[in-house]
T-cell receptor, first 111, second 116 residues
Framework: GNSVTQMEGPVTLSEEAFLTINCTYTATGYPSLFWYVQYPGEGLQLLLKATKADDKGSNKGFEATYRKETTSFHLEKGSVQVSDSAVYFC??????????FGDGTTLTVKP | DAGVTQSPTHLIKTRGQQVTLRCSPK?????VSWYQQALGQGPQFIFQYYEEEERQRGNFPDRFSGHQFPNYSSELNVNALLLGDSALYLCASSFLPGQGSPYEQYFGPGTRLTVT
């Protein structure tokens, strides 16, 4: 079946530091890939997406590129802020519409 | 435009009881999926409804059942509750893959179920 493996956390960074959260996946066919963010006590918010190989998703300074050759979709941000502190989930959605999530990576950004 | 809404926000039940959770999809969406998110873990797919029928199901026992209504809203029912059913239950809506924009799911805020 499909699976998503995320870099284990927690990750603690100082404000303005560079962020990378690794994500690799296993899937048949050509899934779409997503990053979601979850703030305490809330549901999931879509952060960015990529629907085919070599697509780059971007939003709010975050970026991730769909790398089919390495089955990866690493999340990056050049300069994190305290407000970026949250749990980040990598996910894939197969052609039938079923989504598979990683276990999440907790990011804490300190002033 | 209202997004995905879920009710109730929180719920406390006793082992062996039954519970019903409700979800209204984002306007225009016709497909509803349910997920269980245990503390510290990612969401796990329970099932997906389209045209009032269950299209796909994850690895959950038959105690978990659902329903979709003609207005696309949905219910998740869990019978014979176990302590391990305590989790955040998330509803997500989308278009059916192959129609409209098939790639994005919009999530509701979830229902926090505690089983004692």
């Amino acid at each position: 079946g499909n699976s998503v493996t995320q870099m284990e956390g927690p990750v603690t960074l100082s404000e303005e530091a560079f962020l990378t959260i690794n994500c690799t996946y296993t899937a048949t066919g050509y899934p779409s890939l997503f990053w979601y963010v979850q703030y305490p006590g809330e549901g999931l918010q879509l952060l960015l997406k990529a629907t085919k190989a070599d697509d780059k998703g971007s939003n709010k300074g975050f970026e991730a590129t769909y790398r089919k050759e390495t089955t990866s979709f690493h999340l990056e941000k050049g300069s994190v802020q305290v407000s970026d502190s949250a749990v980040y989930f990598c996910a894939l959605r197969d052609n039938a519409g079923k989504s598979t999530f990683g276990d999440g990576t907790t990011l804490t950004v300190k002033p | 435009d209202a997004g995905v809404t879920q009710s109730p926000t929180h719920l406390i039940k006793t082992r062996g009881q039954q519970v019903t959770l409700r979800c209204s999809p984002k306007s225009g969406h016709d497909t509803v999926s349910w997920y269980q998110q245990a503390l510290g873990q990612g969401p796990q797919f329970i099932f997906q409804y389209y045209e009032e029928e269950e299209r796909q199901r994850g690895n959950f026992p038959d105690r978990f059942s659902g329903h979709q209504f003609p207005n696309y809203s949905s219910e998740l029912n869990v019978n014979a509750l176990l302590l391990g059913d305590s989790a955040l239950y998330l509803c997500a809506s989308s278009f059916l893959p192959g129609q409209g924009s098939p790639y994005e799911q919009y999530f509701g805020p979830g229902t926090r179920l505690t089983v004692t």
